[in-house]
């Protein structure tokens, strides 16, 4: 059954610090992740706040029945390049395709943007978010070992249109 019901719209007033508190009770805690990943995601949320280009990148939050569900950015790297940000699902909310449109809605507004591709960073124990990302055409162009955890591999994947 799809999650088509849920709004996606730009996030109001502390709904950023709402995805780096959630990332760290749901992600982290269930993956024994530790203060590095919420400087990593605290990072990301500042840097956006501190120097973001509207017109180039955004982030959306997902919401339903007036409950936030979900979440994801996009950045620039370049004129050429974006990054794709914390895609986020609440448990609760997962395998119903919101993470798709969460993603879908990333890569449309990266298309309109002018950017020509699309990078992420994500880790090999991620597997439903690594699902959503092949389907949407990103292929994985490289691994190393994770600074998360040595039994883990960082990934990087790629995007072109």
């Given at each position: 059954?799809p999650?088509d019901?849920?709004?996606?719209?730009?996030?109001?007033l502390?709904e950023l610090s709402?995805l780096?508190?959630?990332?760290?009770?749901t992600?982290?805690?269930?993956?024994g992740?530790?203060?590095?990943?919420?400087?990593h995601v605290?990072?990301?949320?500042?840097d956006?706040?501190a120097?973001h280009?509207?017109a180039?990148e955004?982030?959306?939050?997902?919401e339903?029945?007036?409950?936030?569900?979900?979440?994801?950015?996009?950045t620039?790297?370049?004129e050429e390049?974006?990054?794709?940000?914390?895609?986020?699902?609440?448990?609760?909310?997962?395998?119903l395709?919101?993470?798709?449109?969460?993603?879908?809605?990333?890569?449309?507004?990266?298309?309109?943007?002018?950017?020509?591709?699309?990078?992420?960073?994500?880790?090999?124990?991620?597997?439903?978010?690594?699902?959503?990302?092949?389907?949407?055409?990103f292929?994985?162009?490289g691994?190393?070992?994770?600074e998360?955890?040595?039994?883990m591999?960082?990934?990087?994947?790629l995007?072109?249109?």
């Amino acid at each position: 059954m799809p999650d088509d019901d849920a709004i996606l719209r730009s996030p109001r007033l502390g709904e950023l610090s709402w995805l780096q508190w959630r990332h760290m009770q749901t992600v982290a805690t269930v993956h024994g992740w530790d203060e590095r990943y919420e400087g990593h995601v605290a990072q990301i949320v500042g840097d956006f706040f501190a120097r973001h280009d509207p017109a180039r990148e955004r982030f959306w939050v997902a919401e339903k029945g007036g409950e936030l569900i979900g979440c994801v950015g996009l950045t620039g790297v370049s004129e050429e390049r974006a990054r794709l940000r914390l895609l986020f699902v609440e448990p609760d909310a997962r395998g119903l395709g919101l993470g798709r449109r969460l993603v879908d809605a990333c890569l449309a507004f990266a298309r309109r943007a002018g950017y020509r591709e699309v990078v992420l960073w994500t880790v090999d124990v991620l597997e439903p978010a690594r699902r959503i990302y092949a389907a949407a055409g990103f292929r994985k162009i490289g691994e190393t070992v994770s600074e998360l955890s040595p039994a883990m591999k960082d990934e990087t994947w790629l995007l072109r249109f």
